[in-house]
């Protein structure tokens, strides 16, 4: 009782000091000044479909400075929470293949992920237990025991936003290793599917530029874009049939 109380009383000291606020502070300033500079342009199919051959020829030229670079971006783009995961890995496998592009983002994403977790939970690393008692704490330390197979499922579905997940886990007080292995795990095929969805554009912006056109939803209705997006189909229902062989197994 004793060594719960020195904890519960260093954490609320912990939580008390104004520094614990400054990296979600820094987050936050970083996410408004992209915006403000107009950086969410480039982070769209339109800058892609415009600037593919150039895109092409500097991946070309500098082989190892090109992906990194993107590992960078890709990873301050998740840092700063802007919602253009999705996109960017559709870059990735564009410029360097579904399986290389696919790599780059998994490290780069889960990279990213686990700064902007970090700023959250030193502001608000077990928000839900110190604020709210009842069955929403009971909760709290539910998700915590089992944190690794919650944000696993939830990371498999890409149903809750990316940049949701990054910060959620902050209010469980979620370990760093459970996060990171969870995340890393869990983004794996649908960030392999996007990526192939990426590397099948290439056909699509060529047809659209000699057609002298741009770029239109309907382009993307190709046999490799149709299989990436049933590969995301059969992802969002992997927590189901984890759900229903967990039911299984208890009775």
């Known amino acids: 009782m004793r060594e719960m109380s020195v904890q519960t009383h260093d954490s609320r000291m912990k939580q008390s000091q104004p520094w614990c606020y400054v990296p979600l502070l820094v987050v936050a300033v970083g996410l408004c000044v992209g915006y403000l500079a107009g950086w969410q342009r480039y982070l769209s199919l339109t ?49 360097f293949g579904w399986i290389g592009g696919g790599l780059l983002v998994s490290v780069a994403a889960t990279a990213g992920a686990t700064i902007v977790f970090l700023a959250a939970r030193t502001a608000l690393g077990g928000f ?42 902050a209010l469980f007080d979620v370990r760093l290793k459970t ?24 056909s699509v912006l060529l047809a659209a530029s000699e057609a002298g056109r741009s770029l239109t939803p309907s382009d993307l209705v190709t046999p490799q874009i149709t299989l990436a997006f049933a590969a995301l189909a059969v992802v969002a229902a992997v927590p189901l049939v984890v759900r229903k062989a967990g039911l299984l197994k208890r009775n």
Do not use: D
């Open 179 to 202: 996060y990171v292995a969870a995340t890393l795990l869990g983004i794996l095929p649908a960030t392999f599917a996007y990526a192939y969805l990426g590397e099948g554009l290439e």
């Open 47 to 95: 800058f892609l479909a415009e600037s593919h051959e150039s895109l092409e020829s500097f991946v070309a030229v500098h082989p190892v400075a090109a992906p990194l670079g993107f590992a960078l971006a890709y990873t301050l783009s998740v840092a700063f929470s802007f919602p253009a995961a999705s996109v960017l890995t559709v870059f990735a496998g564009f410029l």
């Open 128 to 169: 839900l237990k110190r604020r709210v008692g009842g069955r929403a704490a009971r909760l709290a330390c539910g998700f915590e025991e089992n944190a690794f197979s919650y944000l696993l499922m939830l990371r498999l579905a890409p149903i809750v936003p990316f940049w949701v997940l990054n910060i959620a886990p």
